[in-house]
């Protein structure tokens, strides 16, 4: 209220409104198509009257025409015959010699206003004591004479007036009815605007659950509150996931903190000599090199996340890049009692970061050694299926269960199975960023026992050029 207060208060604040500009754009549109409109009808109605009566004139005057060739005493007939057959009483003649004496015709004497030069008139008549409007030509005939034909177009005229009244008055109806039209957009898109201003207004307020009210109709405002509800959605998300990892740096990394902190100052305090002073300090170290592996894993994931490496991307050979990974790894398996297997073919092109994807088969690798037991069997295979290039390693570890693997690529979350395992929750999501910047997915499947962690990719053209293999 105060708002439209202020709009009536201020004519600038009022020419300023992009909603009355529309509606103004609106009612010219519909003002100047009225005109045209009106402007068509008055040429196909009253502008139709005069040329039928014109066209009328000159075929009654060539047939007199083609009489007086055959002498003035024949036209002086033709006119006496067709004034005798003119029902409507409209047709207009007088034939006069060189003084302009009457000879033949309906006229008492020879109109003042048409002179010689005057080849077309509209002029009023007297007949009969009747007056009326006459559409008259003069012709100028050999030997002096004069000939006048014409009609009377004093219906046709009244006819005219009132089509001419009526189509003046258009323009106003349709000012008025445009003026209208235009305050109802400019309402419309206000209306509209408003409620799009008010869910971000409430949105910056801190209100994440507003969202721009829909009218259901499927049209362009419509369509415009679905992009601007899914941004906020977006954003929604992202919101919460900058505090979900807020609210688990600081739960994670407060343990690591506190027990160097409480390394140092229990050295600082009851050390006995160096060597203790030194063993302190470098347990230390070692928890603060992993609260600083946890910043650089949460860095490397934003950068992956923002897309900045796709500059990177490029087309490698990934069979290669895999068996070496299969072969470091076996090495570490077998430490650990467990078994390594590889299904990957020898050539295996893909397009993208080699060291991310690397980095992230690493990271589902170190996983399936941290959580598999003594005596199981690690396999990692890789494949060109439907157009899809899947990277995939399964063990047989204590799994996901299904209700936690929509979580697991969280940051920082982590399963009751893996509670007491060491980790900051941070490889699946790492993997997750990886597979997104390469426009695939990460898929966690059951294997039962064990899990299933697939990278789905798509596949490189098969049109390019082949791969050197390496």
Known sequence: MRADLQLALHPLELLRSAGLRLGLIYAVLFCLSALVLSAFLWW???????????????????????????????????IQERLAANVDDDAIY??????????????????????????????????????????????????????????????????????????????????????????????????????????????????????????????EFDRLAQEINTMLDRVTALMDGVRQVSNAIAHDLRTPITRARARLEDAASSARNEDDLRAAIERAEADLDGIVAVFQALLRISEIEAGSRRSAFTR???GPLLSDMAEL???????NGQALEQDVPPILPAFGDRDMLQQAVANLLDNALKFSPPGSTIRLFARTAGGRLEIGVSDQGPGIPPEDRGRATERFFRGESARNTPGSGLGLALVQAVAALHGGVLRLEGNDPGLKAVIALPAPSVASAPLPSA
């Open 329 to 335: 790894y076996t090495a570490a398996a077998e430490e």
């Open 94 to 219: 007088l034939f006069t010699d060189a003084l302009m004496r009457p000879i033949a015709g309906n006229l008492e004497r020879w109109p003042r206003v048409i002179t010689n030069n005057v080849e077309w008139a509209e002029i009023p008549i007297d007949r009969a004591g009747v007056r009326g409007l006459a559409r008259i030509r003069n012709f100028v005939l050999p030997g002096g004479f004069h000939l006048l034909v014409g009609r009377d177009v004093q219906a046709r005229a009244e006819l005219r007036r009132i089509i001419t009244n009526a189509l003046f008055w258009v323009p106003v109806i349709v000012v008025v009815f445009g003026l209208a039209g235009a305050l109802a957009v400019r309402g419309l898109f206000r209306l509209t605007i408003a409620d799009v201003a008010a869910a971000a207004n409430a949105f910056s307020r801190g209100d994440l659950t507003r969202r721009v009210r829909t009218s259901g109709i499927g049209d």
């Open 316 to 318: 490698f050979d990934l």
């Open 44 to 78: 196909s109605t009253a502008g139709l009257l005069d040329r039928q009566t014109d066209a009328a004139i000159n075929a009654d005057a060539q047939g007199l025409l083609e009489r007086f060739v055959e002498g003035p005493e024949a036209l002086v007939e033709t």
